[in-house]
């Protein structure tokens, strides 16, 4: 395909001035387009890659919502550019859509100086597309603030912060939208609309004609429907001129463009081919001329060429390999995705009212919201949270480090504590001695395996042929944990490594690079897996990879033959180098010679299992693989026991899952489920209720008689719901109806359709990790968040699924999920019985006492009375009117994140930070949060002397140390900021004197 384009776009005029004869090379898909991009770019065009838009009339298109932004970006920058070498590379599905013309694209300007009305700004973004938000995070989102504007542009990589001096523009800055702090100064800048800008008099009738639209969405509004109500779009086939990029796709488009657009014929001289570069591919083609294209020149010299008169090597990015007779152009580079990133949102821990948490000394209760109140004579505002009997705790809001969001696991609803009643210090004690003897443990185990010579483990010459062999490129992140495990291998130390990373995502294939440097070593390796699904699953991807180099494979589970297994056992007992996958019925083999141990989502394993693991890999390499995250916190506490590899990036073949929200409908339910099968896939089914199980599985039978049902739930004995999962894997059933969606570490990859009922009921973590359970093959996966027809849902509820369904893999619903799991997956790590103390605490909690215990362990604190300083929470009473102010910053989602931020700030440097991002998102401080800036700075100040607790009375001020008398000072006088500057220069000159 890149050979014909390179041809075609040769024959051209090459005089700039001149237009060629196509303005749209029409492909079958983008993943096509994209290819093509590289060819057009390396001649000198300027390429425009629409994406591929496949929505029907009528479709909320907010499901659509990336696309439609790409579209709008395309567009807007391709009319915009003078250039006449120019061209949109689009699949046919786009192209055969009406789009938006020049002068639904017209951007608003702005310009450093200009005179601007906020209200009228306002009235147009909206008529724009634009939505307006707290917190400017995505493309077409603005916010408004007094005198400050945030509005990140459809066709911009940046949003920009615009500040008014009344109603004329001081000052543009773009800045990041993960930490909203700005950056450079612009001079101008330009709105571009996202799909089309309307007049009052459009709008006011575009709107009034959605809003009487009978649909089963719970939404309807301009960004829902627009595009199939604006009447005056343009159709490019006639509009432009179009070629198609070959014969075969012109046949399977006909339909486009009433069969007038002609093809780019087949290459005479070029054709497309997959090298294999090395010295001797340059020698073998030494008499041809060649254009080797590189980004960077160190790839070249990597190659080692010899002298060659008919080479040339070109600084490029282009990916582009075509060869003729007498011609080869070659390309060092890796193709680019453009994969857009997701960034962590400055808003992590998102407390919504209602939300369980749970308070360090107190225990859980609910979250209300913030609250000011006077205290002493002077406002502060505190975090409201309610426990049991109705009582109501004020925290200042400057100690909330001292609550976390309570997650435990999913669906669990926990116990409310009682205040005064010491229940909750009792447990936390009980967990606190628990954990004391696991952290020793890991600890002690560590020590033993440090003594241990391990064997070197290192790849034979026939490695690069066996990751060929893997048929896809490997990410960075998975490169960079093969080379981690290939230097721990080699060092003569024993590993210990822990794998991370979403289902899909290439762990197994991390691991046979471990496996085959072992048998390459002679050693034999064994692989342990929870269930007899994942062994199965995993047994034939290492035989189809191992095999072919003649490595023997070996399965242990309740399916495997007696013959089979005698077999294994007489390869281990012998120290062959072989690879035995196996379930715990692995454990009772006897083995010699094993190189490396690889062990899948070891927290599922019982504990018996687990010692007995522990015994057989004591000299061994260890590699353990998890679904689940752990935090960076705990990571670096368990660094020098434990070392850790993240897979965070997506195959490069991964699409993101396109959601819907609607109401529960039988004809939209149907069209799911026989789109579904049309393709040869199955659907998951959630409802989260068992007794309405039965129902629901002849509801579903109703709409659809053929389909095959099978049922699960977690009051099911566990080797039926194997053996029925196992049977779902092998396609003996079209539709999992599940009370909770199977285990994150299952690979069912046929699986890419998902129904979750009564969405509304669901926290947005949850729902973003249901979602994730479709979409991880190359299939596109589709996820619908059905609520009942008369459900009556919360204002809340409704925007955190609409959220969603614009946000196919982005958004603080992606991020908050993440930091669940993350969370989650730390609680597992260690392995022990541990669900009933995380139960009564929190996960969080329970990830905070662990890091402190080991942490003690290791004696990382200096001594005993450090420990105490540490841990030592600052108690601040003074008679200072100290609060983030609602009229500086007036969305209490805001505030209570910079309180959070600020509470769990460790140094003096980080305050001022905050400070200044505060200043630069909202405007010029007022006293009151300059006063609670200040007061979390002698927080942190008193904490580094070991100060327990801060007080004053009128201009007498007392400190109290942890240990030792307390010191009495006097202010110049009992204004506030006279107490502040006492207390502070007191804190910094006995900082400087210690």
Not at 409 to 419: H, M
Not at 542 to 568: C, M, Q, W
Request: glycine letters at 6%; charged letters at 25%; aromatic letters at 8%.
């Amino acid at each position: 395909m890149q050979s014909a384009l390179f041809e075609y776009l040769k024959e051209q005029p090459t005089d700039a001035k001149q237009k060629s004869c196509a303005d749209v090379i029409i492909y079958d898909s983008y993943a096509q387009a994209l290819l093509a991009a590289h060819v057009g770019e390396y001649l000198g065009y300027e390429c425009f890659v629409l994406p591929e838009f496949v929505a029907k009339k009528g479709d909320d298109l907010r499901a659509f919502c990336a696309e439609l932004l790409k579209i709008s970006e395309t567009l807007s920058l391709f009319y915009n550019l003078e250039k006449k070498k120019k061209l949109i590379l689009s699949p046919a599905n786009t192209i055969s859509y009406p789009l938006p013309a020049k002068k639904h694209l017209e951007q608003i300007k702005l310009k450093l100086g200009d005179k601007l009305d906020t209200k009228e700004l306002k009235e147009k973004l909206l008529r724009c597309g634009y939505s307006l938000v707290d917190i400017v995070q995505d493309k077409a989102e603005a916010s408004f603030r007094g005198e400050i504007i945030d509005i990140f542009d459809v066709a911009s990589s940046k949003p920009v912060r615009v500040l008014l001096d009344f109603d004329e523009i001081e000052s543009i800055k773009s800045f990041d939208e993960a930490t909203q702090k700005s950056d450079n100064e612009l001079k101008e800048f330009s709105i571009t609309p996202f799909v089309a800008s309307f007049s009052s008099e459009q709008f006011e009738r575009l709107s009034e004609q959605i809003s009487h639209l009978q649909t089963d969405f719970i939404e309807q509004n301009l960004n829902s429907y627009g595009l199939w109500y604006i009447d005056d779009l343009v159709d490019f086939t006639s509009e432009f001129c179009c070629i198609f990029a070959s014969e075969d796709i012109a046949k399977n488009n006909a339909e486009l463009g009433n069969s007038r657009i002609p093809f780019i014929p087949e290459p005479k001289r070029f054709k497309d081919f997959e090298p294999k570069l090395n010295a001797g591919f340059f020698d073998f083609h030494s008499s041809k001329k060649i254009t080797l294209l590189s980004a960077t020149d160190s790839a070249i010299r990597a190659l080692n060429l010899n002298e060659n008169k008919n080479l040339e090597t070109k600084q490029s990015p282009a990916w582009i390999n075509i060869i003729s007779d007498d011609e080869i152009i070659v390309s060092l580079n890796r193709p680019n995705t453009k994969r857009r990133e997701k960034k962590a949102s400055v808003v992590i821990g998102e407390l919504n009212a209602g939300d369980f948490v749970v308070h360090e000394d107190y225990g859980i209760g609910r979250f209300v919201g913030l609250e000011q109140a006077r205290v002493l004579g002077v406002t502060q505002e505190f975090v409201v949270i309610t426990y049991q009997g109705g009582d109501r705790l004020l925290l200042p809001a400057g100690n909330l480090n001292l609550i976390d969001k309570y997650i435990a696991n999913s669906g669990s609803v926990p116990q409310i504590d009682k205040l005064g009643k010491g229940g909750f210090a009792k447990i936390k004690e009980k967990v606190k001695e628990k954990l004391f003897a696991i952290a020793n443990a890991i600890i002690e185990l560590a020590a033993k395996r440090e003594l241990i010579d391990a064997k070197v483990l290192e790849v034979g010459s026939n490695y690069a042929e066996f990751k060929k062999m893997a048929g896809f490129l490997y990410t960075t992140d998975q490169q960079n944990a093969v080379d981690a495990i290939f230097n721990d291998l080699k060092s003569g130390k024993v590993m210990d490594r822990l794998l991370s990373g979403d289902v899909g995502f290439g762990k197994t294939e991390v691991a046979m690079n471990a496996i085959f440097a072992s048998i390459s070593s002679k050693a034999a390796a064994l692989f342990f897996v929870p269930t007899t699904l994942l062994c199965s699953q995993h047994y034939a991807t290492l035989k189809a990879r191992f095999e072919p180099f003649g490595i023997k494979v070996y399965r242990i589970d309740r399916f495997s033959s007696t013959k089979h297994k005698n077999e294994a056992k007489k390869a281990l007992a012998n120290g062959e180098p072989v690879v035995v996958i196996g379930t715990h019925a692995l454990l009772s083999l006897e083995a010699k010679n094993i190189g490396v141990i690889i062990i899948d989502e070891e927290h599922k394993f019982g504990v018996k299992q687990k010692e007995k693991l522990k015994q057989i890999s004591q000299n061994s390499h260890i590699l353990s693989m998890s679904a689940t995250p752990i935090p960076r916190s705990l990571n670096m506490a368990l660094s020098s026991v434990k070392t850790y590899s993240s897979l965070t990036t997506p195959p490069l073949d991964r699409q993101d899952v396109r959601t819907f929200v609607l109401k529960w409908n039988e004809s939209a339910i149907k069209e799911a489920i026989m789109r579904e099968l049309r393709r040869g896939g199955q659907i998951f089914y959630v409802h989260n209720l068992i007794a309405d199980l039965p129902r629901l599985q002849r509801e579903i039978k109703a709409i659809v008689p053929t389909l095959r049902i099978l049922v699960l739930h977690g009051k099911m004995d566990a080797k039926t719901s194997e053996e029925e999962i196992l049977n779902f894997a092998d396609k003996k059933y079209d539709l999992l109806l599940c009370t909770s969606i199977v285990e994150s570490g299952i690979h069912l990859p046929n699986a890419n359709t998902i129904f979750i009922d009564n969405s509304n009921k669901f926290g947005i973590a949850d729902l973003h990790q249901l979602r994730g359970r479709v979409g991880r093959s190359k299939a596109q996966g589709f996820c619908y968040f059905l609520v009942a027809e008369d459900a009556q849902i919360s204002a809340e509820a409704s925007k955190r699924l609409l959220a969603l369904e614009a946000n196919s893999f982005l958004g603080s619903g992606a991020v908050l999920a993440h930091h669940d799991l993350e969370i989650r997956g730390g609680g597992n790590i260690l392995g022990d019985a541990q669900s009933g103390h995380i139960e009564a605490i929190g996960y969080s909690l329970y990830l905070k006492m662990l890091e402190s215990e080991i942490n003690r362990c290791l004696a990382l604190k200096n001594d005993e009375q450090n420990t105490q300083k540490e841990s030592q929470n600052v108690d601040i009473r003074l008679s200072i009117n100290a609060f983030i102010n609602s009229e500086l910053i007036d969305s209490n989602r805001v505030r209570l994140e910079l309180y959070r931020r600020l509470s769990k700030c460790a140094s003096v440097d980080e305050v001022y930070e905050i400070g200044a991002e505060i200043e630069d998102r909202f405007g010029r401080l007022d006293t009151f949060t300059k006063q609670f800036l200040d007061v979390i700075i002698i927080k942190i100040l008193a904490k580094g002397l070991g100060i327990k607790a801060i007080s004053n009375f009128e201009q007498n001020i007392s400190f109290t140390p942890i240990n030792g008398e307390k010191t009495i000072i006097k202010a110049k006088s009992k204004d506030e900021d006279d107490i502040i500057e006492a207390i502070l220069n007191h804190l910094r000159s006995k900082n400087a004197n210690n």
